[in-house]
Antibody, heavy 121, light 107 residues
Framework: QVQLQQSGAELVKPGSSVKISCKAS????????MHWIKQQPGNGLEWIGW????????KYNQKFNGKATLTADKSSSTAYMQLSSLTSEDSAVYFC??????????????WGQGVMVTVSS | DIQMTQSPASLSASLGETVSIECLAS??????LAWYQQKSGKSPQLLIY???RLQDGVPSRFSGSGSGTRYSLKISGMQPEDEADYFC?????????FGAGTKLELK
């Protein structure tokens, strides 16, 4: 069965960076886009970007250019998102989610459990 | 960016009641719309995609409809396990955007 297992909660200081992971299992990791989505209480869901692990291609929401960097390690079937220059606005839960692909792409059919990132001094 | 306006923001339904949630896109999205359910403390779950296609494993009391800019999610017969937040999402145009969500509670 498809599973996306994310890393644990992070408490980080303003101005620092954090790298969170999403380990995929139960499907061919290199054949599906992996998306990253931000959720803040009261602010709904915000799409950050996707990576295609097969070739490393990425696409970002312009708002997150310079903030988020997406990478993937094919050998371990793990996707990563690094967030840099953190501020309180980056405190949120971050999800990885698999793309449905095929003839109806750009929906998210499997999600990780989410990583809570708290930015505080 | 395409704005997704979801309504109502919250509603309360009795057991067995039929519930509808609506999403209005700021421009036509050609049925490229999904609905997600998010229970408290959990990840979102895909219910409906391409406006009206039921995701595998989702109960048939959930249905989606609409066209152009207006779309709706219907729950035919509210169940206790349906208490959750519901979000719409457009996949028509980069960047993919979500509605603000509807909180559905059992009366």
């Amino acid at each position: 069965q498809v599973q996306l297992q994310q890393s644990g909660a992070e408490l980080v200081k303003p101005g620092s960076s954090v790298k969170i992971s999403c380990k995929a299992s139960g499907y061919t990791f290199t054949s599906y886009d992996m998306h990253w989505i931000k959720q803040q209480p009261g602010n709904g869901l915000e799409w950050i970007g996707w990576i295609y692990p097969g070739n490393g291609n990425t696409k970002y929401n312009q708002k997150f250019n310079g903030k988020a960097t997406l990478t993937a390690d094919k050998s371990s079937s793990t996707a990563y998102m690094q967030l840099s220059s953190l501020t309180s606005e980056d405190s949120a839960v971050y999800f990885c989610a698999r793309d449905t692909m095929g003839i109806t792409p750009y929906y998210f059919d499997y999600w990780g459990q989410g990583v809570m990132v708290t930015v505080s001094s | 960016d395409i704005q997704m306006t979801q309504s109502p923001a919250s509603l309360s339904a009795s057991l067995g009641e039929t519930v509808s949630i609506e999403c209005l896109a700021s421009e036509g999205i050609s049925n490229d719309l999904a609905w997600y359910q998010q229970k408290s403390g959990k990840s979102p779950q895909l219910l409906i995609y391409a406006a009206s296609r039921l995701q595998d494993g989702v109960p048939s009391r959930f249905s989606g409809s609409g066209s152009g800019t207006r779309y709706s999610l219907k729950i035919s017969g509210m169940q206790p396990e349906d208490e959750a937040d519901y979000f719409c999402q457009q996949s028509y145009k980069y960047l993919y955007t979500f509605g603000a969500g509807t909180k559905l509670e059992l009366k």
